[in-house]
């Protein structure tokens, strides 16, 4: 089992900046996929940015630029800088972990993040 615990939402206004934190806890495995998806009502949910072990990023395009994903490995920890927020990127933000090895996903309890003057 993997815990996942998320910090870092909140409101912000239009150009603003946050950071979110997710810090994994449990079994986890040496190759492992950290990263994050969000949700906005009525829309399914969508990749953000997810980060491997040995720093293989990957970004949804309408983040690319303004958003940047970093992890802290020795603290099992994954990061999501966003600048520049839009109020479309209003949604749940979730934290999300996959084991390479076994595929088992892990989702943390979510996070909201409100960008609206």
């Known amino acids: 089992q993997v815990q996942l615990v998320e910090s870092g939402g909140g409101l912000v206004q239009p150009g603003g900046s946050l950071r979110l934190s997710c810090a994994a806890s449990g079994s986890i495995s040496r190759l492992n996929v950290m990263g994050w998806y969000r949700q906005a009502p009525g829309k399914q949910r969508e990749l953000v940015a997810t980060m491997t072990t040995n720093g293989i990023t990957n970004y949804a395009d309408s983040v690319k630029g303004r958003f940047t994903i970093s992890r802290d490995n020795a603290k099992n920890t994954v990061y999501l800088q966003m600048n520049t927020l839009k109020p479309e990127d209003t949604a749940v933000y979730y934290c999300?972990?996959?084991?390479?090895?076994?595929?088992?996903?892990?989702w943390g309890q979510g996070t909201q993040v409100t960008v609206s003057s």
């Open positions: 999300n972990y996959r084991s390479v090895a076994s595929s088992t996903v892990y």
